[in-house]
């Protein structure tokens, strides 16, 4: 199975807060991340969050890491058509950027 | 800043065909990495390049797949023969160095018929 799991489909209404889950498996994750992925392109890097924080906010987003729990979310404020996309959560495992693990990712629809 | 660029975006081919794939990285960028993206999955990482060596390609089906990155700079991921499993897109991505922040190309998506 896989090692990062996220679940599929999210709808919300414009306006509205998005809340998408991650849960991981290996303890020695070192950094965690999350990516944006829209139709036809390549990944985006939102954020990252280090194992030994456990919340973190740029702009409309926040990402929060429960390590007990090995569980990571990201909050998107004010969620926009825009933000209409693939989520993925990813860890590395090691402190040289290396062993990346992706997540299936989420997809999110932002109704009108 | 010029990104991550890849070619072709598009390849179809029959099952035992080759293909070749490829990736200029963003100047001065000396990691390289080349993932397999299967249709509804997550990115999985195929193989890693620090400058013109590479770090890890423990995911590489080596029997069929070979890449190399030529002077540290561009690189080609090639199938050799390819296989209907093998329909996905191929994205390449590129760090400063081994730095967490990748930055990735828009993927060539590949047709295995």
């Known amino acids: 199975g896989e090692d990062v799991e996220q679940s599929l489909f999210l709808s919300v209404r414009e306006g509205d807060s998005s809340v998408i889950n991650c849960t991981y498996t290996d303890s020695s994750s070192t950094y965690l991340y999350w990516y944006k992925q829209e139709p036809g392109a390549g990944l985006q890097l939102l954020t990252y969050?280090?194992?030994?924080?456990d919340m973190k906010q740029d702009q409309r987003l926040t990402v929060l890491l429960n390590k007990k729990d090995k569980h990571l979310s990201l909050r998107i404020a004010d969620t926009q058509t825009g933000d209409s996309a693939i989520y993925f959560c990813a860890e590395t495992r090691d402190n040289y950027g290396q062993n990346f693990v992706f997540g299936p990712g989420t997809r999110l629809s932002v109704l009108p | 800043e010029a990104g991550v660029a890849q070619s072709p975006r598009y390849k179809i081919i029959e099952k035992r065909q080759s293909v070749a794939f490829w990736c200029n990285p963003i100047?001065?960028?000396?990691?390289l990495y080349w993932y397999q993206q299967i249709l509804g999955q997550g990115p999985k990482l195929l193989i890693q390049?620090?400058?013109?060596?590479?770090?890890?390609d423990s995911q590489l089906p080596k029997d069929r797949f070979s890449a190399e990155r030529l002077k540290g700079v561009d690189s080609t991921l090639k199938i050799q023969p390819a296989k209907l499993e093998d329909s996905a897109v191929y994205l390449c991505?590129?760090?400063?160095?081994?730095?967490?922040?990748?930055?990735f190309g828009p993927g060539t998506r590949l047709t295995v018929t």
């Open positions: 100047s001065g960028h000396a990691t």
């Open positions: 991505a590129s760090s400063l160095e081994r730095q967490y922040e990748q930055y």
């Open positions: 390049f620090q400058n013109n060596g590479v770090v890890d």
């Open positions: 969050i280090f194992s030994n924080m």
